[in-house]
């Protein structure tokens, strides 16, 4: 029995032409190599340096040490002192403004025999303070500073930032509509009885720093009991301290 005639060998399509295939020459031609590795090294380096803007936070005692120096030179400032809980301080209470002469207006809630709630207004060596009701009564610098110092929030800032220790920045982050350096610090106790009378206790406290002007935005402070507040804003804004009208 004969074989009949052989089939015709079939032949896949070439699915790439050719023309569209790179030459042997243009894939390993040292110039395009050379593009494509500045290419690579490029986008590396920019995602390095994006990473390390991310992360990257100032040495703690160098910011402390700036923002010292711009408290320094503030001529005016907004506080509030708020306390959060219990802790064993007189004042849970106190907003106002100061200037750095140490005139200051505002009010103020302490325990005194009872909660007593205070406006005061203090001009030079006088104080001219009320409470919920009646007028206006006077006491002198010196009895008011045995209760509180509300210039304190000036002279005493400073000091409470070169003075503290074991600085430790933490992250950027927003107080209000201002970026800063949120950093922990132990704080002693006899600097910070200055600022909040009553403070009986060192604590590592959580601070602020305005990233822009190095000047302390916010103040935490854990105690016994609970906590306090102290908030700094509207700095370097006119404010105008007089008697009130009798």
């Known amino acids: 029995m004969s074989a009949g005639p052989a089939s015709p060998r079939r032949t896949m399509p070439n699915r ?8 042997t020459s243009a894939r390993y031609d040292p110039a395009v190599r050379r593009i494509l590795g500045l290419v690579v090294a490029g986008l590396l380096l920019v995602t390095a340096c994006s990473a390390k803007s991310e992360t990257t936070l100032p040495d703690g005692p160098a910011l402390l040490k700036r923002s010292a120096d711009a408290m320094r030179t503030v001529k005016t400032v907004a506080f509030t002192i708020e306390t959060k809980d219990k802790p064993a301080v007189p004042v849970r209470h106190a907003e106002g403004s100061l200037t750095r002469e140490g005139d200051a207006k505002g009010t103020l809630q302490i325990e005194i025999a009872g909660l007593q709630e205070i406006e005061f207004v203090l001009v030079g060596d006088k104080v001219y303070f009320k409470g919920p009701t009646g007028g206006f009564q006077t006491m002198t610098r010196q009895q008011l500073v045995a209760l509180y110092d509300p210039s304190a ?26 970026a800063a350096y949120r ?42 009991g609970g906590s306090v507040a102290v908030t700094l804003g509207d700095y370097d804004a006119p404010v105008t301290v007089t008697p009130p009208a009798s």
């Open 183 to 224: 950093v922990t610090a132990a704080l002693s106790q006899q600097v910070l009885a200055k600022l909040v009378p009553g403070v009986q206790q060192g604590v590592t406290g959580t601070l602020w720093i305005d990233k822009a002007t190095s000047r302390l935005r916010k103040l935490d402070l854990p105690l016994t």
């Open 153 to 178: 929030v000036l002279t005493g800032v400073p000091d409470l930032l070169s003075t503290a220790q074991d600085v430790q920045p933490q992250a950027e982050e927003k107080v209000g509509d201002a």
């Open 16 to 23: 790439w032409p050719r023309a569209c295939l790179p030459s």
